[in-house]
């Protein structure tokens, strides 16, 4: 098994979780589908489609991910509510309650997955009683993986992570990003919320988009002196 795995299995060696066993499942789900996931990526051919609009892609990569979590998560929890990104973009039901929800996005950043740029992931919730218990994502080109459980921390292949504690916006970088939509209002708002940021006085160091939300959030989590803009995080949660 890969490094990272081994890594993560010794920093979660020693720690109580009432929700081990569904942690450690959710880790093999990430690094197995990796291995959908890398071919895929090099691959020349791909076969895009998109989703709402010209710019919200989805892969066969994406569905076939999904579909391999979705499976091995009902062979063995049969009882628990499977929340899936293309499984809910595709007309299928969404329902967050209380009971045992697990939440997957196969391929988050898929718009850099299709054009080969590396911050792309894989990404693993569960829940139980509409609260996040833990988290896993994993980018398989960068083989970077990070987990969360709740009141026992969080990992990069096995390393604490901690972040930086800047709070001075002027210190700070600011994670961002585009939205699928590119309607006038919609795209006003975000040159606004650029401008907000990029001026003087109080203007940032400068913006990055990463094309995953989730992976400028573990760069916040990693100590990255990084913030996330509002609208990014309000769009993604």
Known sequence: RSNEYKSYLRACSEMSFQYEEEYRLAVELVMETANIFLPAFHSVKRNVQTKCCPTDLVTETDRKIEEVIRNKIRSRYPDHVFIGEETVSEGGGCVFGNSPTWIVDPIDGTTNFVHRYPHTCIVVGFSVSREVQFGVVYNPILKKLYTGKRGCGAYVNGEILRVTGETDITKSLIATGMSVKRDPET????????????????????????????????????????RMASNVVEEIC
């Open 187 to 226: 795209l006003n708002i975000r040159c606004g919320d650029i401008t907000a940021v990029t001026q003087e006085p109080g203007a940032c160091h400068g913006l990055r988009m990463m094309g995953s939300s989730v992976l400028a959030i573990c760069a916040v989590a990693e100590g990255m002196r990084l």
